[in-house]
Nanobody, 116 residues
Framework: QVQLVQSGGGLVQAGGSLRVSCVAS????????MSWVRQGAASERRVVAS???????WYTDSVKGRFTVSKDNAKNTVYLQMDGLKPEDSGVYYC??????????WGQGTQVIVSS
């Protein structure tokens, strides 16, 4: 059973920065996609950033230029650096690991609150 353990997040004023981390119990490889998914107040979940096996990244429009997703294969860790935070960025952030032919795994979630 793969485990994804998250840390980071918290409360910050608008314009501030936070970083969330996600450590996998298995070695990250060059396959699969690690994503950060935000669950907002309406309980909808949306992918905000992804990093693919080869290191390519994708961001939803609302976070482009402010968020950075990265990974450290040696540490089995994926990061989401969030700068220029806005109140609408608030929510619970989950890391998600998806690989072809394997179950999708989720972290336990990390609360991010951005005050105005």
């Amino acid at each position: 059973q793969v485990q994804l353990v998250q840390s980071g997040g918290g409360l910050v004023q608008a314009g501030g920065s936070l970083r969330v981390s996600c450590v996998a119990s298995e070695r990250l490889s060059n396959t699969g996609t690690m994503s950060w998914v935000r669950q907002g107040a309406a309980s909808e979940r949306r992918v905000v950033a992804s990093i693919y096996g080869g290191g390519e990244t994708w961001y939803t429009d609302s976070v482009k230029g402010r968020f950075t997703v990265s990974k450290d294969n040696a540490k089995n860790t994926v990061y989401l650096q969030m700068d220029g935070l806005k109140p609408e960025d608030s929510g619970v952030y989950y890391c998600q690991w998806s690989r072809m032919g394997r179950p999708t795994y989720w972290g336990q979630g990390t609360q991010v609150i951005v005050s105005s």
